[in-house]
């Protein structure tokens, strides 16, 4: 039971797209990750996932629009609900998420930037 500073755990790691663990509430996790570029359309068929913008600009892109998601704000994406975030110009997003610990990173997807494991830091 000590304080956890996001700003210096997003300092232990570089690369994007590789969600880090920084907590476990009950049978969630509290997930760090830097994100650039598109990733891929996917979906979790029995978990929500709640995205935090810490730094930067999130594009969550749905098959019917794209939520402009900016620094301070929150969304998020119900079960079932294929989805696609995204960075626009270049710039790096920082992202707390919260989800259930039985959430695979792409889903049902298998793609290249798929990961399988999060490291705790």
Partial sequence: MKAINIKEKHKLFTKQWHPHRIATVDNMQVILAKIKGE?????????????QVLKGTLYMQFRDRTEIVKEGEIIVVPKGVEHNPSTKNDEEVHLLLFEKLST??????????????????
Avoid: C
């Fill in 39 to 51: 990733f891929v359309w996917h979906s979790h068929d029995d978990e929500d996932e709640l995205f």
């Fill in 104 to 121: 695979a990173h792409t889903g049902n997807v298998k793609a290249e930037r798929t990961q399988t494991e999060y490291p705790d830091i």
